[in-house]
């Protein structure tokens, strides 16, 4: 079986500065694979160099089309979906436009307004909140609205940044279920980037250890997570 | 009294002209966060192409709508030749840019049509409206041709799509594109409509400041100053700051001793720096904190 | 009122400048003083003027490089501060009979003043509001010094008319040689002490407002008083080559000082190079030459010869004459090797 999304010797750059050293990992179609390692290790640039918004050499191939030389916006037509780290949130506009504005690529207009009806579904505080200005919201509320923003792309790849980060424990769970659920449900394959690596564990059936811009461990979700020495070397739990 | 009203009327006509300023100064500074010092000459450049086409025998009405056309296709390829490339450089560089379109713009117009002062038509007449004195027919033109403009343009970005991606890449550009948003080319877009919304306001002020090169200078100030007064993050504060600033200037020319035409410009500077110092974002501006 | 506010970490206005990169080598300098003082002997009196002129504008560009390349502040406004220094000498020397050559302190001083009052409103604004307010002074300027009420003292439209002054001591030099030698010495003073300002303490903290104005003032800079300072100093001289430039032309009108004399300071500045203080005279060269030959070809032609040309340095060349410099002297260095 071929890997939907395969990533091969990456390496970024932040002006003279080399963020990621030669990166290769591949996902599955279907799967949801967790990014783990320390700050600064180089997730959110893997991330970031999939959609092209830092330069990078290497080859990323998705569903054998490869990606560079895409523009982000390009790169998110082909059903990528971004879910970025502080969340990219439309603050001055509604809930509902940030909805519409998840799926302005989209043409099929009775398509659109059905999602945004299964978004209210899965996560009914946005629909008490739809006509509401978007930065009004609480955190927890802003990432759910992130989600639903990327899922609205009908995405064949959801790549999210930290959905954790800020969020209450509580409010995280239950996140990390929904994903679990759009996963299982609507066959979108996800790749989630943490730092919380115990609740990442628990939710990914892949996963893959980075550090200092380099793959240093991959094997599945519960291979990691129960494997001491690599608990308390890269993971610190 | 009639005096007072006559004079509010007037300042809203004219306050028209400034909204229009306004907001194609605020749409080009809300896509690339600069003041375009040229909307003004860009303004007149198109102004004297309807009048070019009117010359050539062109009715009044198509001569309108093919230099709007016109002004929408010069402002994208004014964006696409000349700041595009600019999009990272220095504060500094753009306003050298901005500054050096003035002068080619300014210039040429000046090559082409020369330096003298040229009578400008109205469609409206310059009979009294509705058989008042209070305002011109051409005046009352004026405000109703800049309503319906406003109107189409709310229409636009409230109920388009294509009005919602500019607004989102206009607010967020990063974000923009992780939805698919093409954010470079509503850059583009919003010089082109920008650039056709200031040919509205030159066209109608035209007949009634004249035409010439340098007749957008001091109409560029006051839109400046209707954008800044407004905020200039916000099309509608630049509207609403457009017609305040006309109703001003009508009422300081009139009421305060020794301020007439002569000192319309340091009015205008006097507004900006009032609003610039007293409420730095505007009256419905956001605020913008910055950090290191 | 809403509750979502932008945060942003805003561009820097121009590009930083390092201190070492702002002046010339000591012997260029002394090759380029030498130059400066044999030359006028050669040629006729009407290039002396041009020259003298030269020497004004590079003044005029000078001010505006400390204020823009120094501290990072804009003014598309600096004709303002001209033609306040440029009427104050004329009024001196017209009402009061006093000599020219103490108008140019005094205009400086007023000019000091007025720049660091205007300094103070501008302390709240940065980058493209600062542009948006000097540039609304510059176009008001003209129309201030028509006003009835200093016609009086200004002579509304028609100006006033300025003697010029013969050479002291019976020196056997024309006027022209003379106002040149003068203008010279005064320049030379401006630029040395120019030099040391932006190497002293003050120009120090001028930089580092210039690279980033909230860690400045982290770092104890107090950003209130060198932002007006900045404008202040950059006005006063200013000023002062307004009041040289007064008794150069012999003539100050309200319209000799509109808004495209702040653009074809601004437009020397970019030329010359921002930050870049030899460049200011570059600059100035560039804008007194380019116009002549220009509304030679045809008239009205200059606005658009200035804005390709402005536009061909902003794309090809972005720091200006320094970067022909630097060329220059890279290649010079392989040549002789």
């Given at each position: 079986?071929t890997?939907?999304?395969?990533?091969?010797?990456?390496?970024?750059?932040?002006?003279q500065?080399?963020?990621?050293?030669?990166?290769?990992?591949?996902?599955?179609?279907?799967?949801?694979?967790?990014?783990?390692?320390?700050?600064?290790?180089?997730?959110?640039?893997?991330?970031?160099?999939?959609?092209?918004?830092?330069r990078?050499?290497?080859?990323?191939?998705?569903?054998?089309?490869?990606?560079?030389?895409?523009?982000?916006?390009?790169?998110?037509r082909?059903?990528?979906?971004?879910?970025?780290?502080?969340?990219?949130?439309?603050?001055?506009?509604?809930?509902?436009?940030?909805?519409?504005?998840?799926a302005?690529?989209?043409?099929?207009?009775?398509?659109?307004?059905?999602?945004?009806?299964?978004?209210?579904?899965h996560?009914?505080?946005?629909?008490?909140r739809?006509?509401?200005?978007?930065?009004?919201?609480?955190?927890?509320?802003?990432?759910?609205l992130?989600?639903?923003r990327?899922?609205?792309?009908?995405?064949r790849?959801?790549l999210?940044?930290?959905?954790?980060?800020?969020?209450a424990?509580?409010?995280?769970?239950?996140?990390?279920k929904i994903?679990?659920?759009?996963?299982?449900?609507?066959?979108?394959?996800?790749?989630?980037?943490?730092?919380?690596?115990?609740?990442?564990?628990?939710?990914?059936?892949?996963?893959?250890?980075?550090?200092?811009?380099?793959?240093?461990m991959?094997?599945s979700?519960a291979?990691?997570?129960?494997?001491?020495?690599?608990?308390?070397?890269?993971?610190?739990? | 009294?009639?005096?007072?009203?006559?004079?509010?009327?007037?300042?809203?006509?004219?306050?028209?002209?400034?909204?229009?300023?306004?907001?194609?100064v605020?749409?080009?500074?809300?896509?690339?966060?600069?003041?375009?010092?040229a909307?003004?000459?860009?303004?007149?450049?198109?102004?004297?192409?309807s009048?070019?086409?009117?010359?050539?025998?062109?009715?009044?009405?198509w001569?309108?709508?093919?230099?709007?056309?016109?002004?929408?296709?010069?402002?994208?390829?004014?964006?696409r030749?000349?700041?595009?490339?600019?999009?990272?450089?220095?504060?500094l560089?753009n306003v050298?840019g901005?500054?050096?379109?003035?002068?080619?713009?300014?210039?040429?117009?000046?090559?082409?049509?020369?330096?003298?002062?040229?009578?400008?038509?109205?469609?409206?007449?310059?009979?009294?409206?509705?058989?008042?004195?209070?305002?011109?027919?051409?005046?009352?033109?004026?405000?109703?041709?800049t309503?319906?403009?406003?109107?189409?343009?709310?229409l636009?970005?409230?109920y388009?799509?294509?009005?919602?991606?500019?607004r989102a890449?206009?607010?967020?550009?990063e974000s923009?594109?992780?939805?698919?948003i093409?954010?470079?080319?509503?850059?583009?877009?919003?010089?082109?409509?920008?650039?056709?919304?200031?040919?509205?306001?030159?066209?109608?002020?035209a007949?009634?400041?004249f035409?010439?090169?340098?007749?957008m200078l001091?109409?560029?100030?006051?839109?400046?100053?209707?954008?800044?007064?407004?905020?200039?993050?916000s099309?509608?504060?630049?509207?609403v700051?457009?017609?305040?600033?006309?109703i001003?200037?009508?009422?300081?020319?009139?009421?305060?001793?020794?301020?007439g035409?002569?000192?319309?410009?340091?009015?205008?500077?006097?507004?900006?720096?009032?609003?610039?110092v007293?409420?730095p974002?505007?009256?419905?501006?956001?605020?913008?904190?910055?950090?290191? | 009122?809403?509750a979502v506010?932008?945060?942003?970490?805003?561009a820097?206005?121009?590009?930083a400048?390092?201190k070492?990169?702002?002046?010339?080598?000591?012997?260029?300098?002394?090759?380029?003083?030498?130059?400066?003082?044999?030359?006028?002997?050669f040629?006729?009196n009407?290039?002396?003027?041009?020259?003298?002129?030269?020497?004004?504008?590079?003044l005029a560009?000078?001010a505006?490089n400390?204020?823009t390349?120094?501290?990072g502040?804009?003014?598309?406004?600096?004709?303002?501060f001209?033609?306040?220094g440029?009427?104050t000498?004329?009024?001196?020397?017209?009402?009061?009979?006093?000599?020219?050559?103490l108008?140019?302190?005094?205009?400086?001083?007023?000019?000091?003043?007025?720049?660091?009052?205007?300094?103070?409103?501008?302390?709240r604004?940065?980058?493209?509001?600062?542009?948006?307010?000097?540039?609304?002074?510059?176009?008001?300027?003209p129309?201030?010094?028509k006003?009835?009420?200093?016609?009086h003292?200004?002579?509304?439209?028609?100006?006033?008319?300025?003697?010029k002054?013969d050479?002291?001591?019976?020196?056997?030099?024309s006027?022209d040689?003379?106002?040149?030698?003068?203008?010279?010495?005064?320049?030379?003073?401006?630029?040395?002490?120019?030099?040391?300002l932006?190497?002293?303490r003050?120009?120090?903290?001028?930089?580092?407002?210039?690279?980033?104005?909230?860690?400045?003032?982290?770092?104890?800079?107090d950003?209130?008083?060198?932002?007006?300072?900045?404008?202040?100093v950059?006005?006063?001289?200013?000023?002062v080559?307004?009041?040289l430039?007064?008794?150069?032309?012999?003539?100050?009108?309200?319209?000799?000082?509109?808004?495209?004399?702040?653009i074809?300071?601004?437009?020397g500045?970019v030329?010359?190079?921002?930050?870049?203080l030899?460049?200011?005279?570059?600059g100035?060269?560039?804008?007194?030459?380019?116009?002549?030959?220009?509304e030679?070809i045809?008239?009205?032609?200059?606005?658009a010869?200035?804005?390709?040309?402005?536009?061909?340095v902003?794309?090809l060349?972005?720091?200006?004459?320094r970067?022909?410099?630097?060329?220059?002297?890279q290649l010079?260095?392989?040549?002789?090797?």
């Amino acid at each position: 079986m071929t890997a939907m999304l395969n990533v091969k010797d990456l390496r970024a750059y932040y002006g003279q500065v080399q963020a990621l050293h030669g990166l290769s990992f591949a996902l599955n179609e279907g799967s949801l694979t967790t990014l783990l390692g320390a700050n600064g290790a180089g997730k959110t640039t893997t991330l970031r160099a999939i959609c092209n918004m830092v330069r990078s050499t290497g080859a990323i191939e998705f569903e054998g089309k490869p990606l560079s030389g895409r523009s982000t916006e390009n790169v998110v037509r082909l059903g990528i979906a971004h879910v970025p780290q502080g969340r990219g949130t439309f603050t001055t506009m509604t809930v509902e436009e940030n909805l519409q504005l998840g799926a302005i690529t989209r043409n099929d207009k009775k398509g659109v307004v059905a999602d945004i009806e299964r978004m209210y579904e899965h996560f009914p505080v946005l629909k008490e909140r739809h006509t509401q200005q978007a930065g009004t919201l609480s955190g927890g509320e802003q990432q759910m609205l992130a989600v639903a923003r990327a899922l609205m792309l009908r995405p064949r790849l959801m790549l999210l940044d930290e959905p954790s980060f800020g969020l209450a424990p509580l409010i995280v769970r239950e996140l990390f279920k929904i994903l679990g659920k759009i996963n299982r449900e609507d066959k979108v394959t996800i790749l989630v980037v943490e730092q919380n690596a115990q609740l990442a564990l628990e939710l990914a059936d892949q996963a893959y250890v980075i550090e200092t811009g380099r793959i240093v461990m991959s094997g599945s979700a519960a291979e990691i997570a129960n494997n001491e020495d690599i608990r308390k070397s890269y993971l610190g739990y | 009294m009639e005096l007072f009203t006559n004079q509010v009327l007037a300042g809203i006509a004219t306050g028209a002209i400034y909204a229009c300023m306004a907001l194609a100064v605020v749409m080009i500074y809300q896509a690339i966060d600069h003041l375009n010092f040229a909307q003004g000459e860009m303004a007149m450049f198109s102004t004297f192409i309807s009048w070019q086409l009117m010359q050539w025998g062109v009715p009044y009405w198509w001569a309108f709508l093919l230099t709007l056309a016109f002004s929408f296709a010069g402002g994208i390829a004014i964006e696409r030749l000349l700041f595009k490339p600019l999009a990272k450089a220095p504060i500094l560089t753009n306003v050298a840019g901005f500054i050096a379109l003035y002068g080619i713009i300014n210039s040429f117009a000046g090559l082409i049509w020369d330096f003298t002062i040229k009578q400008y038509p109205t469609p409206f007449g310059s009979s009294p409206f509705l058989g008042s004195q209070l305002i011109s027919t051409h005046q009352a033109g004026m405000i109703g041709v800049t309503v319906l403009l406003l109107i189409l343009l709310f229409l636009f970005f409230q109920y388009t799509r294509i009005g919602l991606a500019m607004r989102a890449a206009a607010s967020l550009p990063e974000s923009a594109r992780l939805v698919g948003i093409n954010t470079s080319w509503m850059i583009a877009l919003g010089w082109g409509m920008a650039a056709a919304i200031g040919s509205i306001a030159g066209i109608l002020i035209a007949p009634v400041v004249f035409l010439e090169p340098n007749m957008m200078l001091g109409v560029l100030i006051y839109g400046f100053a209707a954008a800044v007064l407004g905020g200039l993050t916000s099309p509608l504060g630049a509207v609403v700051g457009g017609f305040l600033v006309g109703i001003f200037e009508n009422l300081a020319g009139t009421y305060i001793p020794g301020v007439g035409n002569e000192l319309k410009l340091p009015i205008a500077l006097a507004l900006i720096i009032t609003v610039l110092v007293v409420k730095p974002a505007g009256l419905f501006g956001r605020p913008i904190v910055k950090r290191v | 009122m809403s509750a979502v506010e932008d945060v942003v970490t805003e561009a820097p206005a121009v590009e930083a400048v390092p201190k070492r990169a702002m002046t010339l080598g000591l012997g260029t300098s002394l090759v380029v003083l030498v130059a400066l003082l044999i030359v006028p002997l050669f040629v006729k009196n009407f290039i002396i003027f041009q020259l003298t002129m030269l020497l004004i504008y590079g003044l005029a560009v000078l001010a505006l490089n400390i204020l823009t390349g120094g501290s990072g502040q804009f003014s598309l406004g600096q004709s303002a501060f001209y033609a306040v220094g440029a009427y104050t000498s004329a009024i001196l020397i017209e009402y009061t009979g006093m000599n020219y050559a103490l108008t140019l302190p005094i205009a400086g001083l007023i000019c000091f003043a007025f720049g660091f009052a205007f300094g103070q409103p501008a302390l709240r604004l940065s980058g493209v509001y600062l542009a948006l307010a000097t540039f609304a002074l510059a176009t008001a300027m003209p129309q201030i010094l028509k006003l009835g009420f200093f016609e009086h003292w200004t002579g509304g439209v028609q100006g006033l008319v300025v003697t010029k002054p013969d050479a002291p001591f019976g020196l056997p030099m024309s006027q022209d040689m003379w106002l040149y030698y003068f203008t010279l010495a005064i320049t030379i003073g401006i630029y040395i002490a120019s030099v040391n300002l932006l190497r002293s303490r003050s120009g120090r903290a001028f930089m580092a407002i210039r690279d980033n104005e909230i860690a400045a003032s982290a770092m104890g800079v107090d950003v209130a008083l060198y932002k007006t300072l900045a404008f202040g100093v950059s006005a006063g001289i200013t000023g002062v080559a307004g009041g040289l430039g007064a008794i150069a032309v012999q003539f100050v009108a309200p319209d000799s000082y509109t808004i495209l004399l702040a653009i074809s300071l601004f437009l020397g500045m970019v030329v010359g190079g921002v930050g870049w203080l030899p460049g200011s005279f570059v600059g100035a060269a560039f804008i007194i030459f380019v116009p002549n030959i220009a509304e030679g070809i045809s008239k009205g032609l200059s606005g658009a010869v200035f804005g390709v040309l402005l536009f061909l340095v902003i794309f090809l060349v972005p720091h200006g004459a320094r970067q022909v410099a630097i060329v220059a002297q890279q290649l010079i260095g392989k040549l002789k090797k």
